[in-house]
């Protein structure tokens, strides 16, 4: 059988050091390889037409054109690519943003590198990965602080077993501890949740709990 070969990461931020940092962890892996660097958003969305990686680590900040933007024009172009945003506690008013652009996971800039490896990996079998942290204050800053939810008529379209399990993925269950909480089988778990996608129109768990939380379905305890 023909060995697969490494998933490629294009790694985008404008601090050498971070990237270096990255690069480090990335190249020490046998299943990942960079695909190449960009020090800015400009030079990230043309290295992704470029080199076609699997996966972008994206700064949210950074200087031409910001990570989001970059984030959202490398999603329209290249649908396929994941899309990892790097973000820092003090940087999060970007990341509901980013969340909107298509980011299929957060990375903590100063997690660890086994953090960052499960994070990259992933994004690149398809799970969007935001931190349970980040989540919070997320939900705290954009989506409840002062604002009133705005009723969602896609939620019409949910059952009341769908609605319970969406309510769950919002508060960060994986499909096995759902399974768990409800008494059911892991794979009615992945049926539900991929009916749930397709009633609300969104592209992934991600933008399934933004429709929960903004729409006030779910609240944070």
Not at 18 to 24: A, P, S
Not at 31 to 39: K, N, R
Request: aromatic share 4%; with cysteine.
């Amino acid at each position: 059988m023909a060995e697969q070969s490494p998933a490629r990461v294009l790694i985008c931020d404008d601090q050498e050091m971070m990237r270096v940092g990255l690069r480090m962890v990335v190249e020490s892996q046998p299943d990942l390889t960079v695909a190449g660097e960009a020090a800015d958003g400009l030079r990230a969305v043309a290295a992704a037409a470029e080199h076609r990686p699997d996966v972008v680590l994206m700064d949210v900040r950074m200087p031409v054109l910001d990570g989001v933007t970059a984030a959202a024009r490398i999603r329209a172009a290249h649908p396929g690519i994941r899309i990892l945003m790097v973000t820092t506690f003090d940087l999060d008013e970007y990341a509901f943003s980013a969340l909107r652009a298509g980011a299929d996971g957060f990375l903590v800039k100063d997690a660890p590198a086994a953090e960052m490896l499960v994070a990259i990996r992933g994004v690149l079998r398809g799970d969007p990965m935001l931190a349970p942290s980040v989540t919070r204050r997320l939900i705290d800053r954009y989506v409840t602080a002062g604002s009133e939810p705005r009723p969602d008529d896609r939620l019409r379209r949910l059952t009341e077993r769908e609605a319970e399990v969406l309510g769950l993925i919002a508060r960060g269950l994986s499909n096995a501890e759902i399974a768990g909480r409800l008494y059911l089988g892991e794979t009615t778990v992945k049926t539900h949740v991929r009916r749930i996608l397709r009633k609300l129109e969104v592209r992934d768990r991600i933008g399934a709990v933004v429709v929960a939380y903004e729409s006030g379905l779910c609240r944070p305890s």
